[in-house]
């Protein structure tokens, strides 16, 4: 409804995931950097752990992106799977065919395509996002996979991603052979304040707002003590402010408006 009071093209805090609207501060940036190197040094395990909405999905689209043909991936998010539902959709995600085949024989496939695929200098990956809600059950089976491997390195890499609850699943007494895996584990930390302003005003430009600056110091200070940094939370107080200015026909956000839409 404000598109046009503000002369925006489209909407600058929508949580479609459109790479225009990327804001990579520092620990964004960390992280995929980790991602990829333990995804290039074939590390087996890697966690990528963060608060609800601070952006972890999308830091795994990105990385998404950026891995090129030699890396083939399968993507799960996270579902009540027994290993062998897993296997199925890990055999999707690969192109295989996983139809009428036991455990023990998709496991076997898997195996004999992982390393036909390291031969010609290929890299598997496995992606788990929601990873938090995972059973210790699940965890161990995920780890059998891992145990696919040649004498020099892992077949299979292996990301899970999810809100730090699984930091507690994974530090528990039933999973310490799991623990011991993990090669690579980080934790994405919200947005300073400095690269949250930073990341509020790419917003507003890229969605083509053909003012200055339309939240003003004090108004970001209020949406940074609110959101402390998390840019889904930012997004959507933003959004909300907008939609107060524009209804109170009032051009610019300021600390009192924002109060209004907490
Ligand atoms: N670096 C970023 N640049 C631009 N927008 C971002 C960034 N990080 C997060 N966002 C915005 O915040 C929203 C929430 O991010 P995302 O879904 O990746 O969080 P999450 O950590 O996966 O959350 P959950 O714990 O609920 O799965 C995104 O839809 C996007 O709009
Ligand atoms: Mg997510």
Redesign the pocket.
Known sequence: MYLNFFGFKEHP?????DPK?????ES?QDALAYLIYGIRMRKGFVVLT????????????ALLERLDDSHRIAHLVHSNLSLKDMLRFIFRDFGLNPEAKSKSELLLELQDFLMRLDHKGGNAVLII??AQNLRSWQLEEIRLLSNIETAKRKLIQIVL???PELLHLINSNELRQFKQRISLHFH?KPLPREEMDA?VE??VKMAGFPGKQLFDEGALDEIYHFSEG???L??TLCDRAMVKACVSNQRKIDRRLVRQVI
């Open positions: 805090f929508n949580v479609t995931p609207f990327l804001y990579f501060g964004y963060g608060e609800i909405g601070i952006g972890k999905t999308t830091v795994i689209n996002d929601e991603v999810g809100q994405l990341y790419h917003r998390i840019p889904r930012v997004n």
